[in-house]
């Protein structure tokens, strides 16, 4: 009787087959199937903390400045003080400035009295000032029109008389800056010039050496000044009493422009 040897051969090799398995023996070329590879981590470094600024406080940003036009018109709404008074002829307190009712009203109940209010804040060389005037007193005065008015070189004026007749002149304190004199550069008259309690229009024009006088939309004259040669200075308005009293006269607006 033969023995089956192929049935215990059998089960020797099932049994290497499972320890194998079990092993990871790789049966194919006899060497061990490498472990899986362990997953790659990105390094990453500690999430930064966020970086505090210091706070500050917002800097104030002051408002802008609106710088005042030079050129204007003056219409002596509110007040006026950026005219300055004075007098060259008598005394300040025989005149009476003030505002009413939109006028700058120069009220002279003083004979001789010459007197004057300048625009400070302005420095000008050619300039046009154009002079609304409404007579209320009586026909015996003058009324002025100033530029480049310097305290020390003296300035340029053209005075209108309610007669007609009108003068171009340079005016300069004396010394000690009490009393001022007048030298004439120009005189005439014209039809033009509304006598009585009406209203008028003046213009002085002051470019270069050339001192043109409008009277009412109308040029009146025109000189150039080759002696004084004033450069540059404020201009202003004015009103003088002579012989009879009272005077006054209401201005009504100043226009101060380019030429």
């Known amino acids: 009787m033969k023995h089956n040897v192929f049935k215990p051969f059998l089960f020797v090799a099932l049994l290497v087959l499972i320890v194998g398995l079990a092993c990871g023996i790789d049966f194919g070329n006899g060497t061990e199937a490498p472990p899986a590879p362990e997953p790659i981590v990105p390094a990453t470094e500690p999430p930064s903390q966020p970086q505090t600024q210091p706070q500050t406080q917002p800097t104030a940003v002051p408002p802008t400045a609106i710088p005042q036009n030079r050129f204007f018109t003056e219409n002596f709404d509110t007040n006026v003080d950026n005219w300055s008074p004075f007098v060259t002829k008598g005394q300040l307190g025989q005149a009476n400035l003030s505002l009413?009712?939109?006028?700058?009203?120069?009220?002279?109940?003083?004979?001789?009295?010459?007197?004057?209010?300048?625009?400070?804040?302005?420095?000008?060389?050619?300039?046009?000032?154009?002079?609304?005037?409404?007579?209320?007193?009586?026909?015996?005065?003058?009324?002025?029109?100033?530029?480049?008015?310097?305290?020390?070189?003296?300035?340029?004026?053209?005075?209108?008389?309610?007669?007609?007749?009108?003068?171009i002149l340079y005016g300069k304190w004396d010394k000690n800056g009490t009393t001022a004199s007048y030298a004439r550069i120009l005189n005439g008259g014209s039809n033009e010039i509304k006598t009585g309690k009406q209203t008028n229009t003046y213009t002085f024009i002051c470019k270069g050496r050339t001192l043109t006088l409008g009277i009412n939309?109308?040029?009146?004259?025109?000189?150039?000044?080759?002696?004084?040669?004033?450069?540059?200075?404020?201009?202003?308005?004015?009103?003088?009493?002579?012989?009879?009293?009272?005077?006054?006269?209401?201005?009504?607006?100043?226009?101060?422009?380019?030429p």
């Open 217 to 258: 939309g109308v040029e009146a004259d025109s000189v150039e000044d080759n002696k004084h040669i004033l450069r540059d200075g404020n201009v202003g308005i004015g009103v003088s009493s002579f012989n009879v009293i009272p005077i006054r006269v209401d201005f009504d607006s100043v226009q101060i422009s380019e």
């Open 100 to 167: 009413d009712g939109g006028y700058y009203v120069f009220d002279l109940p003083e004979m001789g009295v010459w007197t004057y209010s300048i625009y400070t804040p302005e420095v000008y060389s050619d300039v046009r000032i154009d002079l609304v005037a409404e007579n209320r007193g009586f026909n015996n005065n003058n009324v002025t029109l100033v530029c480049r008015y310097d305290k020390e070189d003296g300035w340029y004026e053209a005075s209108i008389a309610n007669n007609g007749l009108y003068d």
